[in-house]
């Protein structure tokens, strides 16, 4: 009886996994419990590929789709957080289930290249968080504004965040069963499968094993410390550097060798500049690409080895027991699979990211020979409780143990054909969960491909009152630490309402106003809720420009020049005028445009003239009665502020074609305000009206020495009640400018001076 085994696997000497791979299938025995074993490797076919006596098939002439997966008794996929070596493995493992060798611990970098590469603006990436996440993971990475086009961003699959949200779940639940090389890998995947996990320690005879060198305890030489694999910012190495360039003993004692590949060609250039700007070509060289016998060499020559990871990406370190196997010591950060290893058994930096830390543990490299020996002899031990052939009987046990369970899911093929005699599915409710995770998982990633990951509505459904505010303020709205739009959202999302037509209603709101598509501005009158007040909240959060936009298409269809004009072009001091503006557009427009209910308009705009009011925070003391305010005084900044026009010395506040607002708050004793001026030239008509939380109050205009006064009658309040802060207005009409009138080159168009307010 014949076990067919099909091995999906990168396989050449680029990557740790092809090497594990070569290495366990040549030891791979020929029978196992009374069974012949045949294995065909399924990789991609590239420089550097290892030899192998098992049968090799390209991965790319072997279609997802047809029926060559079907002549194996059992898939075994070995995937990294790698899109160069996994992506062609990954596709297959999307459509039948298998046994996953889980080589890493984090794969949010596989999964960010893959959204990246589908230009979805992150928001997928935030949908994967929201489905696969921690609730605090959709904070973290609103805070990276990683969905926002411009401004201070970072990729949150480069900080600890990684270590803490590795993202794996939806890679493993595509499986069907698992193995993992560390407690620490176990301890993630455990809770996120459903089906059985083997956890296997990794080999230590992956390579031919060289040599360790001895040196005298009386040699003056340099000591040699070794780094190698994949050359990239996780390794840490730009940290090691400025160890070594602040601490003159490490300057004057030993030879730190770069070794490995060039993974990022930026972070080599980055590692280049601080050997140049910190004088350190004497004690620093590159040893890249090396081969087997160069890399066996090395570390044979070498003295110790560093082999820090932060954040740590991996379930288990190759490079970590190829180094230990040697006997020599080993530095690492005690974190992730590292702090599993025994103390006593590599020297562990103390902190992470701690330039000070890391040259204290190198120091310790530079200590005695006999001490750092016995650390290294343990270290060997350690590695080398297991080998391949171990490895390999390990995994074969674990497929014989569960090949039933194996065989039976592996019935769920994504892409079959119509077979009457072997129907694909699941029949043993032993395996219903796990055939919900894997459907799951099956259409992530086909919403994933199509870019549509951020808007599936099984999603946004199942995000709770919490998360679905951080979720639709990251990936729908692309904004990030808004507070004012946050606590806008927690009102939108507070009712038991439709969640995902909200977000999906917000969607349209930002490709309309923030991406400026013609399309979704055309969608706007159908999906806006013209008289929910709270999502012209979250709108009115969005900036000036969105509220202009919205409104307008979502009352009249159109945008009035004037209007728009206006919204690409704010002005700070005017910010708080920009509703009222936008009310009275509004309000001007004709009847018969407007294409929603007038009391939808109505309440809206009434809206947005109390919203002004509201967003004044103005801190003033309350204006008693008999009391004239000069404008430009002292006493202005205690009882009255003025939002408009002003000359240098803000003595003589003006008003121009555009609104201006007055703020004062009068006792509750107070019955009328008055607003003394006159007005700069003829033809100037001037309307000022109040809001307060009663009805607008609407000035009466009269003569008064020769200028001008606008009375506001006040509603009487009792004496116990707060004093509220009043909001005034003050519209000019026909106003000209001192150029126009007098040939000055003031073109500066004005209207109406304010000298005094008094409250009687």
Same mark, same amino acid.
């Given at each position: ?26 030891a791979?025995?020929?029978a ?5 074993i ?115 961003r ?69 000591r ?71 890399? %066996?060499t !090395?570390?044979?020559? *070498?003295?110790a080895? &560093?082999? $820090? +990871? ?5 379930? @288990? /370190? ?25 103390d ?7 902190r ?5 830390a ?35 009987? %390990?995994? !074969?046990?674990?497929? *014989?143990?569960?090949? &039933?369970? $194996? +065989? ?5 093929? @994504? /892409? ?26 099956r ?68 490709? @309309? ?74 309000e ?65 506040p ?30 100037v008509?001037?309307?000022i ?72």
């Open positions: 009886m014949t076990l067919r085994i099909g091995w999906l696997t990168p396989f050449n000497n680029r990557t740790g996994v092809g090497t594990f791979s070569k290495a366990v299938t040549d791979m025995p020929e196992y419990d009374g069974r012949h045949d294995l065909t490797i399924i990789t991609a076919l590239v420089d550097g590929l290892y030899p192998s006596r098992h049968r090799v098939i390209d991965i790319a002439s072997a279609r997802t789709n047809s029926r060559f997966y079907d002549l194996f008794d059992i898939l075994v996929f070995n995937i990294g957080n790698n899109e160069e070596h996994h992506q062609q493995i990954f596709e297959v493992m999307r459509n039948y289930p298998g046994v996953v060798i889980c080589h890493d611990y984090v794969y949010q970098h596989f999964l960010a290249r893959m959204v990246d590469a589908r230009d979805s603006g992150f928001a997928d990436y935030v949908a994967l968080f929201a489905r696969y996440g921690t609730p605090d993971a959709l904070r973290r990475i609103r805070q990276s504004n990683i969905t926002q086009a411009g401004g201070l970072y990729g949150v699959w480069d900080s600890d965040f990684s270590a803490s949200e590795p993202l794996g779940a939806p890679l493993i639940q595509l499986g069907s069963a698992l193995v993992v090389h560390s407690a620490y890998a176990e301890a993630y995947v455990a809770p996120r499968f459903e089906g059985p996990v083997l956890r296997l320690g990794m080999p230590h005879d992956q390579r031919t094993p060289c040599a360790g060198r001895t040196h005298s305890a009386g040699t003056d030489r340099r040699t410390i070794v780094s190698f694999g994949h050359v990239q910012p996780t390794k840490c190495i730009d940290d090691i550097l400025l160890a070594i360039a602040g601490a003159p003993r490490l300057r004057d004692e030993i030879v730190y060798v770069i070794s490995g590949f060039s993974g990022s060609t930026a972070y080599l250039d980055r590692l280049r500049g601080l050997i140049h700007e910190h004088a350190l070509d004497r004690c620093v060289r590159f040893a890249l690409d090396l081969t087997d016998a160069e890399l %066996g !090395l570390s044979s020559e *070498a003295d080895f &560093v082999n $820090l +990871r932060y954040p740590n990406t991996e379930g @288990a /370190s190759v490079s970590l027991i190829e180094q230990l196997v040697t006997g020599k010591p080993v530095m690492v950060f005690d974190t992730g699979c590292y702090a599993e290893i025994p006593d058994a590599v020297v562990k930096v103390s992470p990211r701690d330039i000070d890391i040259a204290v543990s190198m120091v310790r490299l530079l200590g005695d020979r006999e001490a750092l020996a016995a650390i290294g002899a343990r270290g060997r031990a350690h590695a080398m409780r297991t080998d391949c052939r171990g490895y390999a009987a %390990g995994l !074969l046990d674990f497929l *014989a143990r569960e090949e &039933v369970l $194996l +065989r039976r899911r592996a019935a769920a093929h @994504a /892409s079959c054909l119509i077979d009457l005699e072997a129907p694909a599915g699941i029949e043993d409710a032993v395996d219903d969960a796990w055939a919900e995770a894997l459907a799951t998982a259409a992530t990633f086909d919403l994933l491909e199509q870019s549509r990951l951020a808007l599936d509505p099984m999603l946004i459904r199942s995000l709770g009152p919490e998360r679905i505010v951080d979720y639709v303020q990251a990936a729908i709205l692309r904004q990030g630490t808004n507070q004012r739009l946050t606590a806008s959202l927690q009102a939108y999302f507070r009712p038991a309402r439709d969640a995902y037509r909200q977000a999906r209603t917000l969607q349209i709101v930002h490709d @309309a106003a923030v991406l400026a598509e013609p399309d979704a501005v055309s969608c706007l009158p159908d999906v806006v809720p013209h008289g929910d007040l709270s999502f012209w909240e979250v709108v009115a959060a969005l900036g000036a420009n969105t509220l202009a936009l919205v409104a307008h298409h979502a009352f009249f269809e159109s945008l009035p020049a004037h209007v728009q004009a206006a919204a690409e072009h704010p002005k700070p001091a005017d910010s708080l005028l920009w509703r009222l503006r936008l009310a009275d557009a509004l001007q427009r004709d009847v018969e445009d407007r294409t929603t209910k007038a009391e939808c308009l109505e309440t809206f705009t009434a809206w947005l003239r109390q919203r002004a009011a509201w967003e004044a925070e103005t801190m003033l003391d309350p204006l008693p009665v008999g009391q004239k305010v000069v404008m430009g005084s002292a006493n202005q900044k205690r009882f009255v502020r003025m939002i408009g026009f002003c000359d240098a010395d803000s003595r003589h003006w008003t121009g074609p555009e609104l201006a607002l007055v703020y004062l708050s009068p006792t509750p004793a107070a019955t009328r305000i008055t607003l003394f001026g006159h007005m700069l030239h003829e033809g008509s001037v309307t009206t109040a809001v307060s939380d009663a009805a607008p109050l609407k000035a009466v205009e009269r003569a008064h020495n020769g200028g001008n006064a606008f009375e506001i009658a006040l509603p009487r309040t009792p004496a116990a009640a707060s004093t509220p802060t009043l909001c005034l207005t003050i519209q000019s009409t026909g106003c000209s400018s001192p150029a126009a009138l007098t040939g000055s080159q003031d073109t500066r168009l004005l209207g109406f001076m304010l000298h005094e307010v008094a409250i009687h």
